[in-house]
């Protein structure tokens, strides 16, 4: 079944203001930060597997991979959806976990490198990034394809790659959680939740009182370096932006 672009059908009709992403995420922002984990939710990374039996533990390889068992090897990858639903104008909500909860790595530094990682990851897969957050153990971020050969999982392949050597001695988590976001989530406030929730993580998990407070959050897209979800009159802007570069055919994709 073909599905319908983002520009038709007054797909993303989001308000211009913060206040109103606030009052439409009102129930997002008032309970402290859960990471995500195994859940239940369609189209989501860490769809719940049931039990698993253990395999016995291997004391030569422990030794030698101090990290195994910690996520960041497995023997067995949670569920995706089929491939055509991370191409084209999909939208995903992505989650990339530190190993073991881990921190020491954020800093101003590793946020530059992320931006500019970003910014490749764009260029070769054709995405509009509208808002990410850098937390202390783990990565937020809402990709948007622009183009019918737009690949979500290709361009999550090269950003994991690419961060990872900026990690030092962490490590991110073997795989990184998805959501897709449903075609009922990809209109009116459902979207703005998903992009509050976003870009208000540090704020419900108490590191500041107001999320413009956070410096390791923002958006991406490509020649306009300082654009920032919170700022005054950022979503025309970016939806000004979107319907311009956005390919006519970026929708015209088969999902099973």
Same mark, same amino acid.
């Given at each position: ?11 993303? *009709?989001?308000? *211009? ?45 422990? /030794?030698?991979? $101090? ?8 023997? =067995?990858?949670?569920?995706?959806? *089929?491939?055509? @639903? ?16 881990? /921190?020491?790595?954020?800093? +101003? ?11 490749? *990851? ?29 690949? /979500? ?30 075609? +009922? ?29 956070? $410096? ?11 654009? @920032? ?8 802007? =970016?939806?000004?932006?979107? @319907? ?13």
């Amino acid at each position: 079944m073909l599905r319908r672009g983002l520009g038709e059908g007054g797909c993303y *009709a989001v308000e *211009a203001d913060v206040s109103r992403l606030k009052s439409a995420c009102s129930s997002a922002g008032s309970s402290r930060h859960t990471p995500l984990t195994k859940g239940s939710q369609p189209g989501l990374g860490g769809a719940s597997l049931g039990p698993m039996k253990a395999a016995a533990p291997d004391e030569s390889a422990d /030794q030698a991979r $101090p990290l195994r068992g910690r996520g960041t090897e497995r023997a =067995f990858y949670l569920p995706r959806l *089929a491939r055509e @639903h991370y191409q084209g104008d999909a939208v995903v909500h992505w989650t990339l976990s530190i190993a073991s909860r881990a /921190q020491g790595w954020l800093d +101003e530094l590793f946020h530059a490198r992320f931006r500019e990682m970003m910014l490749h *990851a764009a260029a070769r897969e054709g995405l509009f990034c509208p808002t990410y957050c850098l937390m202390p153990d783990h990565i937020h971020l809402l990709w948007m394809g622009m183009r019918l050969d737009s690949d /979500q999982r290709n361009g999550m392949k090269f950003l994991r790659a690419s961060l990872g050597r900026q990690l030092g001695s962490h490590h991110f988590q073997h795989q990184a959680h998805d959501h897709v976001l449903r075609q +009922e989530e990809r209109r009116k406030d459902a979207f703005a939740r998903v992009c509050f929730y976003i870009i208000d993580n540090a704020r419900t998990a108490g590191l500041v009182e107001h999320p413009k407070l956070w $410096p390791f959050a923002g958006a991406v897209v490509p020649g306009y370096p300082v654009l @920032h979800p919170l700022a005054e009159g950022f979503w025309p802007t =970016f939806w000004g932006l979107y @319907h311009a570069v956005r390919a006519p055919d970026a929708g015209q994709i088969r999902r099973p």
